[in-house]
């Protein structure tokens, strides 16, 4: 028997407007993951809010999360609360849509992912090299974050399109696409708050943004058709490997043009600045903690002359323990919703303290909180807000850690960032003696964009 879940105590219940004001006062006065914690804080665990007139059922339940994540996953979907808003953008891409096409677009980025993946070590090198090089001397104040985003920038359009985008370099197309992919990204964030209300959206700028961003797709698009032709009638192949690009690999399966672009936009939002925000916060952690600095170095010191490469990176276990516990504390995906598409009773999320079953109706949503679910002291600890690697040593976390989602639905791209931030992480290991904050404000700040990143950035000198 499922039991009423706990609700927000809404002064408008129709619609919820007060509840939206109180969200989007703390989303612009930079407090929202304080908000969205002392509501559960107050509420427990689960609770609903109306949300324009839509029942929304917050959780930090890990138990919730799995029934929605897994056990329950094809009764729960999210193209109902994407597609419309993003279409222009993502076209019918992986990320917004449900059911066969979802399928099909996830076979075909796994096995292409795989592939391009382990190919690309030597990218990676070269970029890091260049980025490196652009670091300023001996005890300068630098701020990494921009750094970090145009490596990043370049490591994953050359993943993604065999070519980099020139974004180290500063080149002009870099300047001119990422303006247009950040206003387009933004307004569809924007469209996705509004929801039912998007209509109120009218920008003349976001549309031809979001065209601007598929034409430019498109020409990678067509030429790796282009390719995969030449290739198929006359026999030729771009076997080697630091060629691999993820449109051509993609391109083997399917020829369809709209469905090629939308996935390969689809990946290049997550990918052109996961692994950069990543390494900021790492940064900005280690800058505060330099004994955990000094163990990084430690473990690396005896493969200081060694090449970098994928094994070697993975044989680091602290430095592991430091990324984990950098996405514990910083979760960057801090929420993820469902959308309810056939009405389920999940066995936990019900009552007052969440253990009994609780209902959840065809067309409800559920919004699962990662971030808090990291933070949560009943499993990890009084010490939870606190930036300890080594609590890893014996932390086995199932559903209570998922900062790259979980179930059939997880992040493809998890080991590509893990690989990217290692690798650039063991760089300045090697290089620099020390890492200095050089930031007067000791706290991490949150920045929401359509994720969520360190409003201060990393402000450091970095010491030969
Ligand atoms: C720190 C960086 C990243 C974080 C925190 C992150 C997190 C996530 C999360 C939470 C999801 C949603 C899972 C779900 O809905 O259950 C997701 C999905 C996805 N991510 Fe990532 N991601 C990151 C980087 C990347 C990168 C670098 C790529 C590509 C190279 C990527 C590609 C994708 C794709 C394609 C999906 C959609 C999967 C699907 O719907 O089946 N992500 N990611």
């Given at each position: 028997m499922a039991v009423e879940t706990p609700r927000y105590h809404h002064k408008?219940?129709?619609?919820?407007l007060d509840y939206f004001l109180g969200f989007m006062n703390a989303f612009k006065g930079g407090f929202l993951l304080q908000f969205s914690h002392e509501l559960f804080e107050k509420l427990g665990n689960t609770y609903i809010v109306k949300s324009f007139g839509k029942k929304v059922f917050k959780t930090r339940d890990q138990e919730v999360s799995k029934a929605v994540h897994a056990?329950?996953?094809?009764?729960?979907?999210l193209q109902g609360l994407r597609y419309d808003t993003a279409v222009h953008l993502w076209?019918?891409?992986?990320?917004v849509v449900d059911g066969p096409h979802w399928k099909h677009g996830r076979a075909l980025i796994k096995s292409s992912f795989d592939v391009v993946h382990l190919a690309n070590m030597e990218r990676l090198r070269k970029h890091t090299s260049t980025f490196l090089a652009l670091l300023p001397e001996d005890g300068l104040t630098v701020d990494l974050a921009p750094l970090f985003k145009r490596l990043i920038l370049d490591t994953s359009s050359e993943f993604i399109?065999?070519?980099?985008?020139?974004a180290l370099k500063d080149s002009k197309q870099f300047t001119d696409f990422m303006n247009a992919f950040e206003y387009a990204q933004r307004g569809t964030g924007i469209r996705s708050v509004l929801?039912?209300?998007?209509?109120?959206?009218?920008?003349e700028k976001w549309w031809s943004a979001c065209q601007q961003v598929t034409d430019y797709a498109d020409r990678y698009v067509n030429t790796a058709l282009k390719r995969l032709k030449e290739e198929r009638t006359?026999?030729?192949?771009?076997?080697?490997?630091?060629?691999?690009r993820l449109v051509d690999e993609m391109a083997r399966d399917t020829q369809d043009r709209v469905t090629l672009r939308s996935h390969i936009i689809s990946v290049f939002s997550p990918a052109h600045d996961g692994a950069a925000t990543a390494l900021t916060n790492v940064i900005f952690h280690l800058a505060r903690h330099p004994d955990v600095w000094w163990k990084l170095k430690a473990e690396i010191e005896s493969t200081k002359e060694e090449i970098l490469t994928y094994e070697l990176l993975n044989s680091y276990q602290y430095l592991e323990w430091v990324l984990k516990e950098t996405h514990r504390l910083t979760?960057?995906?801090?929420t993820n919703q469902r959308l309810c598409v056939k009405s389920t009773v999940v066995p936990?999320?019900?009552?007052q303290d969440g253990r009994s079953p609780m209902y959840i109706q065809k067309g409800d949503i559920v919004e699962i909180h990662y971030r808090a679910m990291g933070r949560d002291k009943t499993f990890w600890?009084?010490?939870?807000?606190l930036f300890r690697?080594?609590?890893?040593?014996?932390a086995r976390p199932g559903w209570q850690y998922t900062p790259f989602g979980g179930?059939?639905?997880?992040?493809?791209g998890m080991r590509l960032v893990f690989t990217e931030s290692a690798y650039v992480l063991v760089m300045l290991l090697r290089k620099y003696k020390e890492i200095v904050n050089?930031?007067?404000?000791l706290e991490w700040k949150e920045e929401f964009c359509l994720t969520v990143q360190s409003k201060n950035g990393c402000v450091v000198a970095l010491v030969a």
């Amino acid at each position: 028997m499922a039991v009423e879940t706990p609700r927000y105590h809404h002064k408008e219940p129709f619609m919820g407007l007060d509840y939206f004001l109180g969200f989007m006062n703390a989303f612009k006065g930079g407090f929202l993951l304080q908000f969205s914690h002392e509501l559960f804080e107050k509420l427990g665990n689960t609770y609903i809010v109306k949300s324009f007139g839509k029942k929304v059922f917050k959780t930090r339940d890990q138990e919730v999360s799995k029934a929605v994540h897994a056990t329950y996953f094809e009764n729960f979907g999210l193209q109902g609360l994407r597609y419309d808003t993003a279409v222009h953008l993502w076209g019918n891409g992986i990320i917004v849509v449900d059911g066969p096409h979802w399928k099909h677009g996830r076979a075909l980025i796994k096995s292409s992912f795989d592939v391009v993946h382990l190919a690309n070590m030597e990218r990676l090198r070269k970029h890091t090299s260049t980025f490196l090089a652009l670091l300023p001397e001996d005890g300068l104040t630098v701020d990494l974050a921009p750094l970090f985003k145009r490596l990043i920038l370049d490591t994953s359009s050359e993943f993604i399109f065999g070519e980099a985008m020139g974004a180290l370099k500063d080149s002009k197309q870099f300047t001119d696409f990422m303006n247009a992919f950040e206003y387009a990204q933004r307004g569809t964030g924007i469209r996705s708050v509004l929801g039912r209300l998007k209509f109120l959206h009218r920008d003349e700028k976001w549309w031809s943004a979001c065209q601007q961003v598929t034409d430019y797709a498109d020409r990678y698009v067509n030429t790796a058709l282009k390719r995969l032709k030449e290739e198929r009638t006359q026999g030729k192949t771009s076997q080697l490997k630091e060629r691999l690009r993820l449109v051509d690999e993609m391109a083997r399966d399917t020829q369809d043009r709209v469905t090629l672009r939308s996935h390969i936009i689809s990946v290049f939002s997550p990918a052109h600045d996961g692994a950069a925000t990543a390494l900021t916060n790492v940064i900005f952690h280690l800058a505060r903690h330099p004994d955990v600095w000094w163990k990084l170095k430690a473990e690396i010191e005896s493969t200081k002359e060694e090449i970098l490469t994928y094994e070697l990176l993975n044989s680091y276990q602290y430095l592991e323990w430091v990324l984990k516990e950098t996405h514990r504390l910083t979760t960057i995906a801090t929420t993820n919703q469902r959308l309810c598409v056939k009405s389920t009773v999940v066995p936990f999320g019900g009552g007052q303290d969440g253990r009994s079953p609780m209902y959840i109706q065809k067309g409800d949503i559920v919004e699962i909180h990662y971030r808090a679910m990291g933070r949560d002291k009943t499993f990890w600890g009084d010490d939870a807000d606190l930036f300890r690697p080594e609590r890893w040593e014996s932390a086995r976390p199932g559903w209570q850690y998922t900062p790259f989602g979980g179930g059939p639905r997880s992040c493809p791209g998890m080991r590509l960032v893990f690989t990217e931030s290692a690798y650039v992480l063991v760089m300045l290991l090697r290089k620099y003696k020390e890492i200095v904050n050089r930031d007067p404000e000791l706290e991490w700040k949150e920045e929401f964009c359509l994720t969520v990143q360190s409003k201060n950035g990393c402000v450091v000198a970095l010491v030969a």
